[in-house]
C-alpha cells in the first residue's frame, strides 16, 4: 500500500495516483448521468483510503470510508430510477438542511478530531493547528454532504463539491499529496462543468412540462 515513484524529488504514492485518476472518472461519469459513477467511486475510495492513511490524514481517511457507504447508497438510487437520472435543484428547505449539516457536522467533527487527537491538524503548533484541524473536518463533512445530495440528484451538489474544493485543494498540498491537490484543481473544472450541465438538463425537462 506504501509504493511509490520518485517525480521531480517529489515522493507519488501509486494509491494517491491510481485512486484519483478513477476519482476523476467518477466525476466524468457523474457530469454524463452514468451509473457507472458509483463502483467508480467506490473503487477509487478504497484506494485513496489508503493513501490518507499513508500520509496521515485521518479526516481524509474516514471521509473514503464514508464515501464507500454513500456510493453503495447512490448506487442503489440511481438505479432505481432506470436509464434516465432525473435530476433537479434542491428545494428550500433542503438547502438549509445541506447548509446547516456542513456548519454544525464540521464544529461537532472538528471538536471531535482535535480533543480525539485523529486529525494530523491536532498535533500542529496552534493556533495554526485549530486551522488544519477545522479545514480536516470540513471537507470530511462538505464531502459526505454533497455525495448525499448527489446520490439523490440534487444539482446543487456540485455546488457543494465547489465549496469543498477551495479548501481541499491547498489542504492536499500542505500534507504533501500532490496528485490529489493537482486532481482538486481539476475537480474544480469539472464541477463547474457538471453544474451547468445538470441545471441544462433540469430546465429542459421544466420547459417541456410547460
Do not use: C
Amino acid at each position: 500500500m506504501n509504493a511509490s515513484f520518485e517525480v521531480f524529488g517529489t515522493t507519488v504514492l501509486w494509491t494517491d495516483l491510481i485512486g484519483n485518476i478513477l476519482a476523476l472518472a467518477t466525476v466524468v461519469f457523474a457530469i454524463r448521468r452514468s451509473l457507472w459513477t458509483w463502483p467508480v467511486q467506490l473503487t477509487a475510495s478504497v484506494l485513496l483510503l489508503a493513501a490518507s492513511i499513508n500520509a496521515g490524514l485521518t479526516g481524509n481517511a474516514l471521509k473514503q470510508v464514508l464515501f464507500g457507504v454513500l456510493a453503495i447508497y447512490g448506487w442503489v438510487r440511481w438505479k432505481s430510477q432506470g436509464e434516465q437520472l432525473d435530476v433537479r435543484p434542491a428545494t428550500y428547505a433542503e438547502r438549509l438542511f445541506l447548509a446547516g449539516t456542513v456548519v454544525v457536522g464540521t464544529a461537532l467533527v472538528g471538536w471531535f478530531f482535535f480533543v480525539t487527537g485523529l486529525s494530523w491538524g491536532a498535533h500542529a503548533p496552534l493556533p495554526e493547528g485549530y486551522f488544519l484541524v477545522a479545514a480536516d473536518a470540513y471537507i470530511f463533512v462538505g464531502s459526505a454532504v454533497a455525495t448525499w445530495a448527489q446520490g439523490r440528484a440534487l444539482t446543487d451538489f456540485w455546488l457543494v463539491w465547489i465549496a469543498v474544493d477551495l479548501v481541499g485543494v491547498p489542504l492536499a498540498f500542505r500534507s504533501g499529496l500532490v496528485v490529489s491537490g493537482a486532481v482538486y484543481a481539476v475537480f474544480f473544472v469539472l464541477v463547474l462543468t457538471g453544474f451547468v450541465n445538470w441545471r441544462k438538463q433540469w430546465q429542459q425537462k421544466e420547459a417541456v412540462a410547460v
